[in-house]
């Protein structure tokens, strides 16, 4: 199935080789497309090759819309699709039989199977007694025959033919259409591009002419003018609009899973147990601020014994108690000491008196110097609350 809507195709120099084309093509139909030199026709065929991508607008073949494919795709979608070229495009240094093996090598096809699957096709067209010749050395319709050998080594579903008679004269251009139109009645689709207006009057397929990039001409059972008028009904070509799968749109969506039923399972039987602990029953999914809450921090034991205890406020005002009575006893002592002091003084003026109420000479009394007091040193209240001290 192959499908065109509104398909634009603008080259860099600014000519409009497509102009909104639309058309649709059933599997197995077998497709000619008409048109002056210029109007568009090689352009769509390239477009269907992907060898050029539109400018606008979509080109779907088989439900997917390559006009939107990646580079990397695009030779996987040339695999289910025969080119058959105007020049042949053979390998000169290579055989017939080379030639042909040439893209099931490609593809990776084991040589045993590709030998079988060459034969079969080189006998399809006609050509097992060539095999071992070169290009050179076959006629023009010899070499057409190769490349749609070539075209069908790999079975495809679609052979897109660009003027695949261009260069043959009437006889040969007749059985390379022959050849065609026998691949179509095994169910390939075959579009053919061509200029022989002989050839679309005998064959009578449907037609699809091209003018300036614009379809003029869709009709079934035509020839290659509009005498004769067999027009593909619109309602035939929207009964195959497929369901287009685009590349580019293509996102991965997450399958919801299917609910269970709400209905409550009957309860197993309970073992007897001593001591049952009552799980509290979940009515609703957890979800995760639920989960938050529900957390409880379990403290390490460890960890407590190296954290710093907090201030006992009883243990504070015994120590300071404790400090005062200290200061207290230091007090006492220092005045004991100047007591003890202030006694020796007193004791020795008394000795200095009776000495002088002895009889002797009497000489000029003479008072001993009176002690200066010594100065006690000053105690700071960190040396009190030193309990060295």
């Known amino acids: 199935m192959i499908r065109f809507e509104n398909v634009h195709k603008t080259y860099k120099t ?8 639309t058309f649709a093509i059933r599997d197995g139909e077998f497709v000619f497309v008409i048109g002056k030199s210029g109007s568009g026709k090689s352009t769509l065929m ?48 290579k055989t017939v039989e080379e030639n042909i093996a040439f893209a099931g090598e490609i593809i990776g096809v084991p040589r045993k199977k590709l030998h079988q699957m060459v034969d079969i096709v080189l ?89 300036e990039g614009l379809i003029v001409r869709d009709e079934k059972g035509s020839g290659y003018t509009a005498e004769e008028k067999h027009s593909l009904p619109q309602s035939m070509i929207d009964e195959f609009v497929p369901e287009v799968i685009s590349y580019h749109e293509i996102e991965k969506k997450e399958e919801k899973l299917p609910e269970f039923p ?23 999914l957890p979800t995760k601020e639920m989960a938050e809450e529900r957390i409880v921090v379990v403290p390490d034991r460890k960890k407590e014994e190296k954290l710093p205890q907090p201030k006992d406020e009883k243990k504070e005002e015994i120590k300071e108690e404790v400090k005062e009575e200290v200061k207290e006893e230091v007090e006492v002592e220092v005045e004991e000491v100047v007591e003890e002091e202030v006694n020796e003084e007193k004791i020795s003026e008394s000795l200095k008196e009776e000495k002088s109420e002895a009889p002797k000479d009497e000489k000029p009394s003479q008072e001993p110097p009176k002690k200066k007091k010594k100065d006690l040193p000053k105690i700071t209240p960190e040396e009190m609350e030193d309990p060295d001290l």
């Open 46 to 93: 390239k477009c269907i090759t992907r060898e050029e991508k539109p400018t606008e607008g979509l080109v779907i073949i088989d439900k997917f819309c390559i006009s939107k494919m990646p580079r990397a795709l695009v030779p996987i979608l040339r695999r289910q699709i025969g080119i058959i070229y105007q020049d042949f495009r053979l390998i000169e240094t």
């Open 14 to 21: 600014g000519t409009d080789a497509l102009r909104g084309v």
């Open 262 to 284: 709400s209905e409550e399972k009957e309860a197993l039987p309970e073992f007897p147990s001593e001591e049952k602990e009552e799980t509290p029953k979940i009515t609703k």
């Open 123 to 211: 006998g399809a067209v006609g050509l097992r007694d060539k095999a071992n010749s070169m290009p050179m050395e076959l006629s023009g319709g010899e070499q057409q025959r190769v490349a749609i050998a070539r075209a069908m080594l790999n079975n495809p579903k679609l052979i897109v033919a660009d003027e695949p008679t261009g260069n043959l004269d009437p006889e040969t251009s007749e059985s390379i259409m022959a050849l065609l139109n026998e691949i179509n009645r095994n169910g390939t689709t075959v579009i053919v591009c061509t200029h022989d207006s002989n050839l679309v009057d005998r064959m009578k397929k449907r037609v699809i002419e091209v003018d």
